[in-house]
């Protein structure tokens, strides 16, 4: 075991250390019976909120230009 010696600073203007990870946007609750029956409650949520996502937002269709005539 080590200790870090060496830190960074954010932009914010505090220190930060090593081994900290990514504060999640959307907390979902682990439930160990639902994983034990397969199911993957993290994942679950995800896929809803990205389709959610999508719904609101769709995509832009284009449209295939016509080809090129060359003679």
Known sequence: ??????AFWNPEGSWEVENYGVDPDIEVEFDPHAWRRG????????????LDD???????????????DYH
């Open 1 to 6: 075991m080590s200790a870090p010696h060496f």
């Open 39 to 50: 199911g993957d409650p993290q994942l679950e949520k995800a896929v809803e909120v990205v």
């Open 54 to 68: 999508l719904r609101q937002n769709p995509p832009p269709v284009h449209q295939k230009p016509a080809y090129p």
